[in-house]
C-alpha cells in the first residue's frame, strides 16, 4: 500500500518519458493480454462518435449557416461561431465516448495498472483470475461515478459559455482546460484507486503538480483527437498514468534500476 502523503513535485519534462514508457509498456508481451478487450471497446466506441458528429452535427451546422447566405458579415459570424461549436462539441463527444468505453473497461484498465505497478515496485505477483479483475467491478463503478459528478457541473459551466454570444470565444479555451484536467484524472486515477487512495486526496495530489498534472492530459486529449492513433491511446494512457503516480508517491522510475525493469519487460 502507498502513502497518500508521500508525493513529490514533477518535473513536467518527465511527462514525456512516462509517455513514451507508457508506450513500450502498452505493447509489450507481459501486457498485451490485457488491452484487447479495452481496444475493441474503444473501436465500437469511438467509431459510433465520428458517425454521430458527421451525420447529425454536420447537418445541424448547414442548417446554421443557410440561413445567412443574404447577409456577408452575418455568413462571416456565424461561420465563426459554427467553427467554436465545432471544436467544443467534438471535445465533449471525444470525451463522453471515450468515458464511456473507459467504464466498460474500467475492470481491465485496474488490472493493467496493478500489474504495472508490481513490474515497478517488486511487489508479490497478483491474482491474474478473471474473478480477481471482476471483484472490484462495484468499487471501480463507484469511482467512476465519482470523476463524472465532479465532471458535469463544470461541463454545465462551459456549455452555458459556449452559448452566450462574444464570451463563447474563450469556450474552446475552457473545454480544453477542463478535458485536459479530467483526463489527467482519468487516467491516473487507477493507481490510486488500486491502493485505497480517496477521491479527493488524488485531487490534492495532482493540483500540487497542476502544470504537470494540466500538460499530461492535454497531450492526452490532443492524441485522442487523432483518427486511428485515438484507438489505443487510452491503453497507453493507462500505463503512463500509472508510472505518474508511482513516480508522485516516491518510486523514481527514471533511475537505472528501473529503466532496467522496463527493458526486461519489452524482452
Known sequence: ???????????II????????????????????????PILANILLIGLAVIIFFTFVSSYISGILLGFYDNGFLLFLSYIITAILSISLLLLM???????????ASPFYGFLAQKIEVMYTN???IDESFAAIFKDVPRILKRELD???YFIPRAIVCLIITLIPVVNFISPLCWVYLTSKMATIQFTDYGFDNNK???ADMKKALN????????????????MALPFINLVVPVIAVCAGTLYFLDLHGFNIQNNSNKQNLKKVEE
Open 14 to 37: 518527465n511527462i514525456f518519458s512516462y509517455l513514451t514508457d507508457g508506450i513500450k509498456l502498452a505493447f509489450c508481451k507481459q501486457i498485451r493480454p490485457y488491452i484487447i478487450i
Open 197 to 199: 487512495i480517496s477521491f
Open 123 to 125: 511487489q508479490a505477483p
Open 208 to 223: 500540487a503538480n497542476k502544470l504537470s498534472s494540466l500538460s499530461f492530459g492535454f497531450i492526452i486529449i490532443c492524441t
Open 94 to 104: 471525444i470525451y463522453y465516448f471515450s468515458t464511456l468505453s473507459i467504464i466498460i
Open 1 to 11: 500500500m502507498i502513502n497518500v502523503f508521500e508525493h513529490k513535485k514533477i518535473n
Open 147 to 149: 470523476k463524472q459528478i
